[in-house]
């Protein structure tokens, strides 16, 4: 088992690190998205009409004939409506709404945490599906790497409560390996599962599709419910819809009847047979009577009288399905909870990072210091630590500083912003192959420099500084300066213990030539 | 062979078996549950859910087998055969 865990751990480590990281990133992903799309910082509006707002914005628009148009309502973490269509040419945009105004918002161009951050999550921002195999296989290699940990850890408690921070370094960094292995251990496991289960049809393909004649596309439509049309378009014209808030009133009614008062308002409503005379009404929400599983809990409404066609349940092993996965999309709102996942997820990090150190510095002992597969191998580790967090604040920095109406030809401003962050990282493996052991140093004062910049930038930029946004209750700016801040702290503190224990070992080895 | 060469041979050959053999043995568990039990009255994407959501554990379960097996070219062969039973068997079941 042993042999297994450094294999599997070798391998995939730099990739779990990447996803880990960027996971933990993606639980706070909304706030991200205030961070880096200031127009998003509105404060919460209550009793939001559809009607008054989204059915003008629709008469404006020329949608193409029997598509559909979603609307997602302002939310806590997204104060704004959301408003997916498809113009008469086919082209689909995304719109943010003013809950008030009713005002198309002049969106910053930019990925930021609910699209780069959470894509790079599932597929390391490669086109096409080739990512989902990779991180899949990664995720399987985590559940391997937990199972053999386990094995190779008998004494599992004794180890927990062990920590020598004062030992020699490779003694501490396996000490922290346990410790945060252990502290989150069903976590570990739990979210590669499933993370597995989610794209399941991607990985199982073939088998699971035999029940269907070899077609996953059936399996795939019976279990995304109505996202797909399920009222035939009469292919006349017909009037538009005349309103929503009925709709959402009558859908909520339904739902407080079957579970009670205080259940989980609709998340999205959404209108089918765009332009059509049997154009339909569906209002969705993710979760019902605020559970875990992600639903779709969906009611249908019908074009003619407009009363209740259909409601979707989904059945039993998909509700179970449906709940492993809502565990893992965190879209529920539980603000304790959402820390521990942030939190958990940081020590998913450092158990992947400590557990790389570990193998490099016990392999470093017995290789030549010198030799150039070690410089490359440590730089590597350190790129991928290091190196990954700090191309994740130069992100954050890139947003700061292109200017918002910035208009390039050949590159969109949110491609701008990735290619800064890629260029960030691969500087950063650059770095540590040319300063090796002290890029880990060097690194950590650039991620807290850098940090504090980040934090600074947003107060220049936007006028909006912690004490502000904490007197103004903007919970989502204030948490992400601070947790910026205390990432520049944690960096700063790594970075000068860093160079203590270089500078003790430079002493170890002056006195021992003296 | 030396000692040596012996334990990385096994290792190369164990971790090639936990991997393909254990997908394919997976792969197989998945269709036989996703085209078996709408035969005793599941509905058939239920079927289809609960093999892949089993499958995964499966297929850790061979990987870990694998690796720890004393005897592990009698485990391959187990695998092996088991898992081409089940990918050829389970198209029948769905057609019967």
Known sequence: MGWLHTCFGITFSVILFAVFWTGTLTVFDKEIDQWMKPELRIPITDNVSLDEVVLPRLAELDLLPLSAVWIGMPRERVPVIRLHYKDANGKAHEEGLHPRTGEVLDLTDSDAGSEFFFRFHFMLHIPGILGYYIVGLSALAMMTLVVSGIFIHRKIFQEFFTFRPQKKTRRAVLDFHNLTSVVALPFHFIIPFSGLLILITSYFPWSMAVPFEGDIKQLDAKLAAYEKPVIKPANEPGDPVGTLDRYIDRANSIWRAQEGEGTSDPDWVAIFNVNDAKTYVVVERFFANHRVALGPDQVVFDPNNGEMIDQFKPLPIHAASNWLEGLHWIQFDHWPLRWLYFLAGLSGCIMIGSGLVFWIESRIKKAQPDATSVRVVRAISTASITGIILASVGFLIANRLIPKNINLDAIHRHELEIWTFFFIWALTFVHAVVREKSAWREQCFAIAIASVSAVALNWVTTGDHLLLTLGRSMWSIAIMDSVILVCAATALWSGLRLQRRLRESRNVAVSIEG | ?96
Not at chain 2, 24 to 34: D, H, L, Q, R
Not at chain 2, 40 to 66: P, Q, R, T
Not at chain 2, 78 to 85: D, E, N, P, R, S
Request: a positive charge.
């Open chain 2, 1 to 96: 062979m030396s000692k040596q060469a012996e334990s990385n041979l096994s290792r190369s050959l164990r971790l090639i078996m936990g991997a393909l053999g254990g997908y394919a043995f997976s792969a197989g568990v998945v269709a036989v549950i996703a085209a078996g039990l709408p035969h005793f009255g599941l509905v058939k994407s239920e079927s289809a859910i609960l093999g892949g959501m089993l499958g995964m554990l499966v297929y850790l379960s061979i990987i870990i087998w694998m690796v720890a097996s004393t005897k592990p070219i009698r485990a391959s062969i187990v695998i092996l055969f088991a898992a081409v039973l089940m990918l050829v068997g389970a198209p029948l079941m769905a057609t019967v």
